[in-house]
């Protein structure tokens, strides 16, 4: 997806924090965004970036650096339902949308 | 509000059949999205509608897909005939052009199995 690169999959433990990292082609660059997919359903929009730095939603955080190509989703206090795999998307030019491959978060108690 | 729907969910067919996917988007959303989805793999767009104008369809398989967004809501892809290869999750979004972020709404996705 136009070399968006994230993690295939990472396990983390309830209750902890986890951060899960995407690179991106920085040219032609006009958003950032995170969807996180169960098994099975539709992708559900978690977040958009277009600035740099941090934007809080709960216990859902994304960052973003345009100069380095580089957004992270960060999930504090994990709960057993947020294992799911988590898009990263850019926004292109003429409004192109480039998803990576998903990163498979396991959640274990 | 309703969502973005999509019908069926699921569809078995053998090889060489055709197939058709239906999708309504939400309510005033001028843009929709076709994309098809691989397990393990994030979605990757077929075709885009502005409206009833097909406005990016560069990574569509014209020789065997095809997809109309007559009247500029409701939408349909087919495929005809369906080859193996074919087998994976169509899914719908959609999004209103004209807001800052252009986020994405998408549908439950149709389930397509080639045998």
């Known amino acids: 997806g136009q070399n968006i690169d994230q993690p295939t999959e990472m396990t983390a433990t309830e209750g902890a924090i986890v951060q899960i990292n995407c690179t991106y082609q920085t040219s032609g660059f006009n958003g950032l965004f995170w969807y996180q997919q169960h098994a099975g359903e539709a992708p559900t929009f978690l977040s958009y970036n277009v600035l740099d730095g941090l934007e809080e939603k709960g216990r859902f955080s994304s960052f973003l650096s345009r100069s380095k190509g580089y957004s992270y989703l960060l999930l504090k206090e994990l709960q057993m339902k947020d294992s799911a795999s988590y898009l990263c998307?850019?926004?292109?030019?003429?409004?192109?949308?480039?998803f990576g491959s998903g990163t498979k978060l396991n959640v274990k108690p | 509000e309703a969502g973005v729907v999509q019908s069926p969910r699921y569809k078995i067919i053998e090889k060489k059949q055709p197939v058709a996917f239906w999708c309504n988007p939400i309510?005033?959303?001028?843009?929709l999205y076709w994309y098809l989805q691989n397990l393990g793999q994030g979605p990757e767009l077929l075709i885009r509608?502005?409206?009833?104008?097909?406005?990016?369809d560069s990574q569509l398989p014209k020789d065997r897909f095809s997809a109309e967004r007559l009247k500029g809501v409701d939408s349909t892809l087919k495929i005809q005939p369906a080859e193996l290869g074919d087998s994976a999750v169509y899914l719908c979004a959609s999004s209103f052009k004209g807001t800052p972020t252009d986020t994405q709404y998408f549908g439950p996705g149709t389930r397509l199995t080639v045998l």
């Open positions: 998307a850019r926004k292109g030019n003429f409004n192109k949308f480039y």
């Open positions: 509608y502005e409206n009833e104008e097909a406005v990016d």
């Open positions: 309510s005033g959303h001028n843009t």
